[in-house]
């Protein structure tokens, strides 16, 4: 099993799958890193922009629109969550904060669950992008390339968003000290507002674009969650850049240890993950500053 | 008179000891108001024996999967087994078949069934049935669709003294290494698939073939392979190219396929469950390893075809329990096929025929045995006698509690042969369960004691 072409096409398939990783857990670290609150409904929200896209689909049978839905509907999800719920539990300890995250996160499953139920749903890839694509050391599923290049666009949006616009300041200027963002007059709870709506809308995006893939089911992101808590972890929390390398380096944890033995293939992304935490505790990119 | 005021005094303080006496026998009421059950002393208290016969309600209780890989499964078997436990209660003529003397109710008590969210998980399920044991005192444990949780119970039960009849298991250890006394399995599992599977594979493609071996990371998985792989390779020389082992639950399979599409495999022969499965093979796809390979499941999984899409099951070789479609072949599957049918919408998959099944074949050794005192339904089990089933006549192997019963090869229809939305499987072969077992011993079965 380990030669040269199995190895390349398991570096390329990590690159993937680490894609896909660092767009969700970008959404989980910003809004960390802004709010100080740590998400568990996270993996919910990846579910939802699944189902929204899936309902919008089988509506219209455009990929475009379910996208839309998808991301545009989760980003309201989490505004709403935010306007709500979250804000007030901004002072509150951070159990709290774990707890009602959580326990939304449970509400948003089951709801989903008693409308569709727990059987599989499918949104098939756009015409064009269906089939697979030669790459010379292997075949590849033609979306997942498009795949690929859909959620590298999506993180150099973001990217711009972060660090190209007067939004995107105010916001990195929150992530490094709120207090201070407030002091200087600008209204810090629209900023939060709009980080827990742009980093929902991440994981919803994420959800729909990865639908034709897995196929959606309402505990589609259990374990989603956990791998983006790895990430972050890795990558460094409240640190966007972290997330994208984080992102990264577990996919091509996971994809190169299956080439050894797939029995390991998790089991080394939490070694590397306790590795992270024992030497350089504030992860690969984050600093200490931010705690 | 002073002589009369003795007895009487003597009348007095007898009465102030049986007063005595009354009120220490009001404080032990609570053990003893259950002795008259307790007959004899062959029959002591043990579980939640007697306490839990004591009214007029029997409570059993399920945990099962209702969220996570296998919650879609786990559904059906709980609608097997409510439909069941209506049919104990109202004396259906199907579970007469099965079971002719239970009346209405089981030895003249109502059965109330009690169920959890497993999840799939072993810890999850003990704790429930913890719970229930103290707060409900049930006197039958049921649950699975893994395992990993059958196995986990299996052990529970033999602690506990409760009687535990599995959900779907396939693993080989639940009848083997790690079979108790207090267990019994009504399914198929994986030396029995393997063994009726691995004629019709060589029989259909020949020997020499190059295998790919997809495996769930749990005892079902690696048992499942293991008797598959030992079939083709000893029989038929096939060899096992490569086989990659997941977690349960995994959503992505990418990293798995793209060393199976690397292997230079022929086949594909997918142990994945559940979910797991509907992924693995729908992704399989999307890598153009399927259809270039041949997708064979050693252990079939309820409403695959539907999950997939027929288009992918067409051609597909499965090993089942029960497939709708065998009402052509036995009376008392078409009984349950309508029974069920009737109250829920749909034709049942095996994992409902199999919880059906095993709360029927309970209700009839209780109801042959005439007694709720465990060890004498286990006797009952053991004395393997033959009795009628949805796929004909079986009986329970004393010696590792596992039901000898046949095994049903199907085949994927193709879309265009489908007669309607439920048609996705025909029946190529029913083979009888007898051959197919491993020796008693072989798998490491002791069975433990009864009290």
Redesign the interface.
């Known amino acids: ?1 380990i ?1 040269w ?2 190895f390349v ?2 570096l390329f ?2 690159l ?2 680490g894609a896909l990783l660092a767009l969700i857990s970008s959404g989980l670290t910003i809004i960390y890193g802004t709010l100080g609150v740590l998400n568990l409904a996270h993996g919910a929200m990846f579910m939802l922009g699944g189902y929204a896209g899936w309902l919008a689909y089988t509506q219209t049978n455009s990929f475009i629109i379910a996208v839309l839905a998808g991301s545009i509907f989760v980003m309201l999800v989490g505004v709403v969550m935010e306007r709500l719920i979250i804000r007030h539990f901004y002072s509150r300890p951070h159990e709290d904060q774990l707890l009602v995250t959580f326990g939304l996160g449970i509400v948003f ?1 089951e709801a989903v ?1 008693f409308f569709f139920g ?3 749903k ?1 949104v098939s890839a756009p015409a064009g992008l269906v ?2 694509t030669p790459l010379g050391f ?4 033609t ?2 390339l498009a795949l690929l290049g859909i959620v590298v666009v999506a993180l150099i949006a973001l990217y711009l968003v972060l660090y190209r616009t007067r939004i995107g300041m105010v916001v990195r200027a929150g992530i490094e000290d709120s207090a201070m963002v407030d002091a200087l007059g600008i209204d810090v709870y629209k900023i939060f507002m709009l980080v827990f709506g742009i980093g929902a809308m991440a994981a919803g995006f994420a959800g729909i674009v990865n639908a034709p ?3 959606i ?4 992101g ?3 969650l956990v791998q983006t808590f790895v990430v972050v972890v890795i990558g460094g929390v409240g640190s966007f850049p972290g997330a994208v390398l984080g992102g990264l380096i577990a996919g091509e944890i ?2 190169i240890t ?2 050894f ?3 390991y ?2 089991v080394m992304l939490f070694v590397a993950m306790t590795l992270v935490l024992v030497l350089r505790p504030y992860g690969l990119l984050g600093t200490a500053a931010r705690e | 008179m002073v002589g009369r005021q003795q007895p009487f005094d003597a009348l007095l303080s007898r009465r102030a000891m049986l007063k005595q006496t009354a009120a220490l026998t009001a404080g032990l009421g609570v053990t003893l108001r259950f002795t008259p059950h307790a007959w004899a002393a062959d029959h002591p208290a043990m579980g939640t024996f007697p306490a839990g016969t004591s009214g007029d309600t029997v409570n059993i209780a399920a945990s099962v999967p209702r969220t996570g890989t296998y919650a879609v499964q786990g559904e059906d078997e709980l609608k097997g087994w409510q439909l069941a436990v209506e049919h104990i209660n109202n004396g259906d003529p199907l579970l007469q078949k099965i079971a002719p003397k239970v009346k209405k109710g089981l030895l003249g008590k109502k059965v109330n069934l009690l169920a959890a969210d497993s999840a799939a998980k072993p810890n999850q399920a003990v704790q429930e049935q913890q719970r229930f044991i103290n707060e409900n005192k049930i006197i039958l444990m049921t649950g699975s669709t893994s395992s990993a949780v059958a196995v986990a119970l299996n052990h529970f039960a033999q602690r506990e003294k409760i009687l535990y009849v599995t959900g779907i298991s396939g693993s080989n250890d639940t009848t083997g290494k790690d079979c108790v006394r207090y267990s019994f399995r009504q399914n198929f599992y994986g030396e029995t698939a393997a063994n009726a599977i691995g004629p019709v594979l060589v029989k259909q493609f020949g020997k020499n073939r190059k295998a790919a071996f997809m495996t769930p990371d749990y005892t079902y998985g690696h048992t499942v392979t293991k008797s598959v792989n030992e079939y083709l390779s000893k029989n038929a020389s096939w060899q096992m190219v490569t086989n990659q082992v997941s977690p349960l639950g995994t959503q992505d399979f990418s990293q798995y396929l793209t060393n199976i599409a690397n292997s230079g495999a022929e086949f594909l022969i997918n142990v994945n469950w559940g979910r797991d499965a509907v992924l693995s093979i729908q992704q399989a796809k999307q890598f153009g390893i399927l259809p270039k390979m041949t997708l064979v499941v050693p252990y079939q999984i309820p409403f695959l075809a539907k999950e997939t899409g027929p288009e992918l099951t067409a051609g597909v070789y499965a090993a089942t329990d029960f497939w709708w479609t065998l009402e052509d072949k036995y009376p008392l599957a078409k009984m349950f096929v309508e029974a069920f049918y009737k109250k829920y919408n749909y034709r049942p998959e095996w994992g409902a025929n199999n919880a059906y099944m095993s709360f029927a074949i309970w209700a009839r050794m209780v109801s042959e045995a005439s007694s709720f005192y465990p060890p004498d339904i286990i006797k009952q089990y053991e004395k393997g006698i033959t009795f009628a089933s949805t796929v004909g006549d079986v009986h329970f192997r004393p010696q590792d509690h596992q039901l000898v019963r046949p095994v049903v090869i199907v085949r994927g229809k193709a879309p265009k042969d489908m007669k309607h939305n439920e048609d996705y499987w025909e029946v190529v072969e029913v083979v009888p369960g007898e051959s197919l077992m491993q020796k008693p011993d072989a798998f490491g079965c002791s069975l433990g004691e009864y009290t």
């Open positions: 099993m030669n072409p199995t096409s398991q398939n990590g993937v799958l499953v669950r727990s059987l599989s499918t089939g697979i292997m075949f590849y599923p979306y997942r893939v897995v196929s089911a309402p505990d589609v259990e374990s989603i996971i994809s299956s080439m033995n797939p029995g293939s998790y």
